[in-house]
């Protein structure tokens, strides 16, 4: 879907997929829908598909094999990226995203190894630096010491991906503008806005926001990613509240929601368009577990 997106907006950049190498790209039956959705992004898309070794770690040691009942981090496959030396940059993208526009302004920037976002929601506490979308040079040297960091014996056996990239470029990256390319779903869930706008001033405008934004990434805890159903009572439960009277029949002030639910609704009848996928069906209710990052 981002890769139909990046066509459709202009972009002019070569795109880049990596997949697990047990897949392929002969379509054995009707049903191998991981292979025919490789075969629409290389014929329909023009991407150039890279089968890799997804990187598995186990999150409290190096070991690399798979054990029973252990728990284990593959966030780090993405450090492969910056092994891609046949390219001055590159720019890596999460998946649950909808894009506004192509990016290609970035490749534009000032030289810098590292460029990525703070993750405003920490601020001011925490001035981290947010994975959802990295901007970088490619490089042997720093995916050695990217690597090195994943398999360290000293790493925490919680730090993921996003916290690797904190602890080597915290200090060196080159920071982008959070309005531009951070806009988060859950932003249109919450009252206060200063996080996001950067000062308690300006008045928070839900269709501003998507105008002045190139893409929303889906991060609403508890709510699950858009291709997965919601339960019956989380929608009820977690969806944006009106403004004014919200929950009785006079409620108003409503944009915000209207324009979150339109956000899941486009996500989902895409999905079903361009990859003939359905929904997941819906999980329980209440989740057990938070996951880490920004969801």
């Known amino acids: ?5 990046l066509d459709r907006l202009g972009s002019r950049a070569d795109r880049i997929l990596m997949y697990p190498e047990d897949w392929d790209t002969e379509i054995s039956d009707g049903k191998d829908r991981n292979s025919q959705l490789l075969v629409i992004a290389r014929e329909y ?29 593959e966030s780090v496959t993405k450090f492969l990226t910056f092994n891609q030396t046949q390219y001055s940059r590159i720019l890596h993208l999460d998946s649950d995203i909808t894009l506004f526009a192509h990016l290609d302004d970035l490749f534009l920037l000032p030289a810098s190894p590292v460029a990525m976002m703070r993750a405003h929601w920490n601020l001011p506490d925490q001035h981290l630096l947010t994975s959802m979308l990295i901007l970088l040079e490619p490089s042997e040297i720093e995916t050695q010491r990217l690597m090195s960091a994943a398999r360290s014996k000293s790493r925490n056996r919680n730090d993921y991906d996003m916290e690797i990239l904190n602890n080597l470029y915290k200090d060196s990256a080159m920071v982008l503008p959070h309005r531009q390319y951070g806009l988060l779903s859950g932003e249109f869930r919450l009252r206060q806005h200063e996080k996001y706008l950067g000062n308690d001033f300006d008045e928070w405008d839900p269709d501003r926001a998507l105008r002045e934004a190139s893409l929303v990434h889906f991060s609403d ?75």
């Open 1 to 5: 879907m981002v890769f139909e997106a």
């Open 45 to 73: 898309y023009n991407v150039r598909l890279l089968p890799i070794k997804v990187q598995k770690f186990e999150k409290d040691s190096p070991i690399l094999n798979i054990h029973e009942g252990r728990t284990w981090d």
């Open 221 to 295: 805890w508890p709510i699950p990613k858009p291709w997965i159903m919601w339960p019956r009572n989380l929608l009820h439960e977690e969806m944006p509240k009106c403004t004014v009277n919200p929950g009785s029949d006079a409620e108003e002030g409503c944009r915000d929601r209207e324009v979150w639910l339109e956000l899941y609704n486009d996500f989902r009848k895409r999905r079903k368009d361009i990859c003939a996928l359905l929904s997941v069906p819906a999980p329980d209710w209440p989740p057990k577990n938070r996951g880490n990052g920004t969801g």
